[in-house]
C-alpha cells in the first residue's frame, strides 16, 4: 500500500468515525480506537492530570504516551511524569524532544520564548511532535469545548490534515465539573501546580499563576496575543 492510499484510508476512517462517534462516550471512543489502530495509536499527555491515560489504560494497558519535553517544564510536570509512570507500569512513555537542546538553542537564538514564542514552540513542540506522530496511524488527546473559544467546536473524531492521522478527542464534551468529578472518583494523579493556581500548565517560562474566577489558560502566555502553541489549533 503506497503512503497516498494509507492517508485515504485513515481519512475515511476518520470520516467514519467522527459520525459514528458524534455522541459517543469516552470509553467508546477509546475502544473504537484500539480496535481500528491498535499498536499504531498514540495517548498524548502534557502531564498536568493522569485522566485521559487513565481512560486508555482501562482499553489498552501497554498504550504508548506522547510526552512533549521541551526542556522548559516545571520540575512538578517531571514530577508528575515519573509519578504516572510508577503508578501505570504498562504503559509506554515517548518522550518527544526537540532536535537541538534547551542550552543549543538559546546560543543560536537566545530566549526564543521571550521574543519569539512562536517559534519557540514550533521547535520545541510541533516538529518533535510532527517527527513522532510519523509513526503512528492516529493519536488521543485531551482537548475539551471548554479549554477556550478556539476548541469550543471540536469534534471526538476528526482528520488531522496537518500531521497525516486520525486524532481522538474523547473527552471533548466533558464540563470541568465532570472532569474533576472523575479525578475525586478514581483518585487520579493529578500535577501539584493545578491546586497552586496554574489551572493550564504548559512551559515554566510562558505559564503564570492565574487569579481564583479568571479564564484557566489566562496564565499560558500572559500578557501577549497568543492563545495557542499550535499542536491543536
Not at 509506554?92 to 526537540?98: F, G, W
Not at 478556539?150 to 492521522?165: E, F
Request: with cysteine; aromatic share 6%.
Amino acid at each position: 500500500m503506497t503512503a497516498t492510499d494509507t492517508r485515504e484510508r485513515l481519512k475515511a476512517l476518520a470520516e467514519q468515525g467522527a459520525s459514528e462517534l458524534a455522541e459517543a462516550t469516552a470509553e467508546e471512543a477509546l475502544r473504537w480506537a484500539v480496535e481500528e489502530f491498535g499498536e499504531r495509536l498514540i495517548v498524548a499527555s502534557n502531564m498536568q492530570d493522569a485522566v485521559l491515560i487513565d481512560l486508555a489504560a482501562k482499553v489498552k494497558p501497554d498504550v504508548d504516551v506522547l510526552f512533549l519535553e521541551t526542556g522548559y517544564h516545571f520540575a512538578e510536570t517531571i514530577g508528575t511524569r515519573d509519578a504516572i509512570a510508577s503508578t501505570y507500569p504498562r504503559i509506554r512513555i515517548v518522550n518527544a524532544e526537540a532536535e537541538q537542546s534547551v542550552a543549543d538553542q538559546e546560543a543560536e537564538f537566545g530566549l526564543l520564548y521571550q521574543t519569539q514564542p512562536d517559534k519557540c514552540c514550533h521547535l520545541r513542540k510541533v516538529v518533535p511532535l510532527q517527527r513522532t506522530l510519523a509513526g503512528y496511524d492516529a493519536w488521543v488527546t485531551g482537548v475539551r469545548r471548554t479549554d477556550a473559544p478556539t476548541r469550543a467546536n471540536t469534534p471526538i473524531v476528526q482528520w488531522d490534515s496537518r500531521n497525516g492521522l486520525v486524532k481522538i478527542n474523547p473527552i471533548a464534551p466533558w464540563t470541568d465539573e465532570q472532569f474533576n468529578a472523575y479525578i475525586a472518583e478514581h483518585g487520579i494523579v493529578e500535577n501539584p501546580l493545578v491546586t497552586a493556581g496554574y489551572p493550564s500548565i504548559g512551559c515554566q517560562p510562558c505559564t503564570a499563576r492565574v487569579a481564583a474566577g479568571d479564564d484557566p489558560r489566562s496564565g499560558r502566555w500572559a500578557g501577549s496575543a497568543k492563545t495557542e502553541c499550535g499542536l491543536h489549533a
